[in-house]
């Protein structure tokens, strides 16, 4: 495959460290030494779908093409209002698409799991445009009484249009069944038959567990896909990672022996924006020039599952 164009929308609400420690147990100081997040973006008078179209409208701009040259949309969202309908079909309809859709959740790591399925449809079926869009709204799952995860997260969307082409160098992914260190139910509805105590609560997380399992995994993946494409971590010229964590970033780039430069981010902006961070930095760095022609990218993901997953593209666009 090949990326052919690029789209974002964020929240225009802009929530600052200063702004949480009014109402929880925290302060600017407490939350940026540890996460590297000064602000986040969170949804108030905007809702989700009107996100993932608008970041979709913009990649297919960016790409030259309308809504009707696309020929599948995959979708890639955590938790949202809609149980059903899937995000995808409703974002179809927004955006004035008549295509097969699906929703997938493979956490923070969606984007990726998304471009493999795609790299898999444009070989094997008669597919020549794909729209994957990344939609997430964490802020509406975290605990907002205390400052554990609630201090994470932001929301957003972005998107990118695929075609056939041969940029995709290597991908990797990798799933191990282990939810405790991070996890979210949503409560269903009562039946007068269901006889089970269910503990609902809001987003769980052991900060510690996922960033030893983050920096294992992720670096792991990381080593592979450069492997597999006979290419040495001196090769790359920008490391996109997941922007969950500043000091999740760092210690990843410290065992691959590389510069900071490689390593951009923008969590100090933004929050953890779950399956949506990598594409919505990409459109950044794409529209501000910094990703040039034949620049070799790699991405990186990890999310709850545990999910992992990376790929190398050689850029081309």
Request: hydrophobic content about 40%.
């Amino acid at each position: 495959m090949k990326i052919i164009g690029t789209g974002k929308m964020l929240p225009s609400l802009s929530v600052t460290n200063n702004m949480l420690a009014t109402f929880l147990d925290t302060s600017d100081e407490w939350i940026k030494t540890r996460t590297g997040i000064n602000e986040r973006r969170l949804l108030s008078d905007e809702d989700l779908v009107t996100l993932a179209a608008q970041a979709s409208e913009e990649a297919l701009k960016d790409a030259g093409l309308t809504a009707k040259d696309i020929d599948y949309i995959i979708c890639s969202n955590v938790a949202n209002s809609f149980v059903t309908p899937s995000l995808s079909c409703i974002v179809e309809g927004k955006i004035d698409a008549y295509c097969p859709c699906i929703d997938i959740n493979g956490a923070c790591t969606g984007f990726i799991y998304a471009l493999d399925m795609a790299e898999s449809f444009l070989k094997t079926k008669n597919i020549n445009n794909i729209l994957i869009v990344c939609a997430e709204e964490p802020s509406r799952f975290t605990n907002w009484k205390e400052r554990n995860t609630s201090v994470l997260f932001g929301d957003g969307a972005a998107a990118v249009v695929v075609t056939k082409g041969d940029d995709l160098l290597s991908l990797e992914l990798n799933s191990t069944s282990n939810y405790e260190p991070l996890y979210y139910k949503l409560e269903m509805e009562k039946t007068p038959y269901n006889r089970l105590h269910e503990d609902f609560q809001p987003l769980v997380m052991n900060g510690k567990e996922v960033y030893k399992l983050a920096v294992s995994a992720s670096t792991a993946d990381i080593q592979t896909v450069l492997r597999e494409a006979g290419l040495s971590a001196d090769d790359v010229n920008y490391y996109l990672l997941h922007q969950a964590n500043i000091r999740i970033i760092e210690t990843i780039r410290e065992k691959l022996e590389q510069p900071q430069v490689k390593f951009p981010h923008n969590i100090e902006k933004y929050g953890n924006t779950s399956s949506a961070s990598i594409p919505i930095l990409l459109d950044e760095m794409r529209r501000s020039g910094k990703i040039k022609q034949g620049d070799v990218l790699v991405f990186s993901a990890f999310g709850a599952g545990f999910t992992t997953g990376a790929c190398l593209f050689k850029w081309n666009n």
